[in-house]
């Protein structure tokens, strides 16, 4: 559908947003005075609260079906061994066969915070700072702002007296912040229970590039997070006795850590660069036309330490291209000053982070095979084992299928431009299970910008983001209903 | 002088130590008894008690002029900024101007131990275990037992009647398990002052090689400590979000940290081997002598991981040739699990053991060099900086010289054998200090076996070695009286 055919629904939808926006952010401002810290066990009955405060609105608003499932316990290390997890919030707002049904995803838990991190107002209170218009407070923008952005556009289309265009099922954790434990497992039994039917999922939980462009984000990579062990003396010993006279496994690590990548982000393990699908002619397009520089890397760096120079080279090394990290060693001495320890094992630890079309297994294989030959080239009289300490799969979507097109016409009606196509490189593993268990698309659409600090002191959202992303969620559901596909 | 002249003072002085052993052992059980453990704080009265507890053994003795030598406020780090350093226990016996005047070395202080660190009795109670001959507790063989042992001796001369051979000084401290704090400057400021007209210097703080043939001691090696610092951005990243796009600092480091030494012992920094001073005829036939076998050192390291096979080649690399050991790394991820971090700044630790000839300062220069060098080669956009954190000189003493050759005549008049010439791998620094500062020949002469457990639980001395011991270091006394030369 053109967006002409839905001018007078937006003529209507967006003043009532307008409106609005004094109740919208009052909600926000309740729900972030709950300090649903999910990482502080002290803190899980504030978790609680929070999705029960959701659970009230969405009563209020006329969601149905309204539940809070139990995870069961939280799973060791925990002080507490029978510590239940948060509840996940299931509701659904309309039943309609006729409409196409979309799953919103959110958590309502947040990252830690206190004033005493440098914060420069209370945390878990919502300052209105009228001079740079944003919203400060902890989950502003991660995401109890975006998961009360679904809230919103339902109440407002109740408001302006317009039909809601889809079938809405909500899917809020508390635990995200904390691993997601226990979604997985609900996903996969909801998926034939309360999830069926579902045509789509749309996740709100990520952030725009920078701070001027809207994006739409169709990817993101996997990690495989590996360990490679060298072992020798029974215990620590001292240097003095008996340096150059045993085999030291730390020297036997340095080695091997060191044939795996080199200073220009070259990975060095034979077999990987064959896995990685080609560039094709669709993908530099999209690149082409992303807003980013150089100096946007170099500032969120706070150095020039750039291994591309080019817009293009930089964000395909971050989206798109394989890239291994060297983390650090356990076992070894870490602290100030000087310790003559020959350690006595050694585990260095590395991560590669990949992408289309690498397959986790085969890959594995290949980089125990390296470290199993590298050790073995050195003649040392130590042991080596190097293994897979958990793997997250990369996802990829096609930006170009109805949901995306929809949130592009979307981003057009609200922002006045075409959405830059991102994706990013870390992981969002939920995003990948939502696809496979539910076996639709999942569209990932941001509502805060590059700088918002989701994890840092002083979160904020601009309240346009807020009130555009509000209006954004409502044109996206509108275009994707209207769309011939799923 | 020969041992037959000296055959009727042993007559009478061995019986005598012999006799007063119950005595002996009763002394070092009070000694025992006060929990002087110089790294904790709160212990620190406990250490001032004991170097009382010496000071009024050594007035029952007939030693004068005894002082205990304040050293001042102990610097930071401490928990209290007025905690004074325990006092250092000056002391004489005998002023005579026509004998020669030998300073005995020891320290007082001990290591921590509790019952819960898996002690079999409690540490800070002498136990005198009749079925294996060995009094166990902390101190006993480190190095309280050895330290009683001067006082024994001028004992057992007492109660025989027997004229003390030279004039003593006792140079006992309290800080030695915390680093010696205070000493060297205290020698410096006594060289002209109490420590005036010392002939020579006697430290019985180590150890046999092995469990059953006495050693003296003639060679230490020194040991400079490296750290070499990679910078590159502001502060620590998530590696899904960088990288691949910027220069890591670990990489780099991975890279300099393989290129200082092989899994063989190799040291790959050049210059180094030519600094070290090639091995003597006199010094073969040293190593051919010593009782020592590979077997010995694999039960040490709890490991077939030796570098060297023969006896000869693991002795001269523990030594007398240096050694490169890398310690860790500061600033890198070192728990357990993952995290997906790039650290931003990493402090790689390495220390070189060193031996004659090397030039601490030239030393210095070659590993800079190396390290930047190393850097250079990886066109890394980070900074690196390599630098000295500490050193401390290697010391090698002529085993053949008065005070060692009166102590070889000692072995053999007590134990009946030869004593094997030993060296260590590690650092006595405060050996180097009085042989600078005093300008005299310093010997070894250890008390207890290589398998005493000085710095673990269950510490014991064999009740034969101490008794031995304090017989080992009267005929020393005399036999070093009786020599022509100092």
């Known amino acids: 559908m053109s967006s002409d055919k839905l001018k007078p629904v937006f003529d209507k939808l967006f003043p009532q947003i307008d409106e609005l926006k004094p109740d919208f952010i ?31 609105q969405l009563k209020s608003l006329g969601f149905h079906d309204i539940q809070l499932k139990e995870l069961g316990t939280q799973p060791p290390p925990v002080t507490n061994p029978k510590l239940q997890l948060p509840p996940v919030v299931l509701s659904r707002y309309g039943n309609d066969s006729n409409k196409k049904t979309v799953l919103v995803y959110g958590h309502y838990d947040v990252q830690p915070a206190q004033m005493e991190d440098g914060w420069d107002t209370e945390p878990f209170e919502l300052v209105v700072d009228e ?12 995401d109890t702002g975006p998961l009360t952005g679904w809230l919103h556009i339902v109440r407002a289309h109740i408001e302006a007296g317009i039909e809601f265009p889809v079938n809405l099922i909500t899917c809020f954790e508390g635990m995200e912040e904390s691993g997601s434990l226990g979604l997985e497992e609900l996903i996969g039994r909801e998926a034939t229970g309360y999830f069926k039917g579902v045509d789509a999922v749309c996740i709100s939980d990520n952030y725009w590039l920078g701070t001027k462009k809207p994006v739409l984000t169709y990817g993101l990579r996997g990690c495989n997070y590996y360990q490679v062990t060298v072992s020798g003396p029974k215990a620590d010993l001292h240097s003095g006795v008996f340096g150059g006279v045993i085999a030291e496994p730390m020297v036997d690590l340095m080695q091997i850590l060191s044939s795996l990548v080199d200073s220009q982000g070259k990975i060095l393990i034979k ?14 397009e999209i690149y082409k036309k992303i807003d980013f520089s150089l100096e946007e890397l170099n500032e969120a760096s706070g150095s020039n330490t750039a291994l591309y120079k080019t817009k293009e080279d930089i964000l395909m090394h971050r989206w798109r291209y394989p890239s291994l990290s060297v983390h650090g060693v356990e076992g070894a001495f870490y602290g100030q000053g000087a310790k003559t320890v020959i350690p006595a094992k050694v ?8 992408v289309p079309d690498m397959d986790s297994e085969k890959l594995t294989q290949l980089v125990v095979d390296h470290c199993n030959n590298a050790f073995k080239k050195l003649g040392s009289p130590n042991t080596c084992h190097a293994e897979l300490i958990h793997d997250g799969a990369y996802w990829v979507s096609d930006p170009f299928n109805a949901q995306f097109t929809a949130a592009s016409k979307a981003t057009q009606v609200v922002y006045g431009v075409e959405p830059d196509l991102t994706r990013e490189g870390g992981s969002i593993p939920i995003t990948l299970t939502f696809e496979q268990q539910l076996k639709t698309s999942v569209l990932l659409l941001p509502m805060g910008r590059g700088d918002d600090g989701a994890h840092s002191i002083n979160e904020k959202l601009d309240i346009s983001n807020f009130i555009n992303g509000i209006k954004l969620m409502g044109a996206y559901l509108h275009f994707y209903a209207a769309s011939p596909e799923n």
Chains 1, 2 share one sequence.
């Open 26 to 56: 009052n909600v926000l401002k309740q729900a972030v005075e709950i300090p649903a810290v999910s990482s502080d066990e002290s803190l899980r009955p504030m978790v609680v609260k929070k999705a029960e405060f959701l659970a009230d």
């Open 347 to 354: 585990n260095g630890k590395f991560s590669i982070r990949t």
């Open 131 to 142: 001079a740079t218009q944003q919203l400060k407070g902890r989950g502003s923008t991660d």
């Open 271 to 284: 077999g990987i660069d064959e896995m990685v699908a080609p560039v094709t002619e669709k993908e530099h």
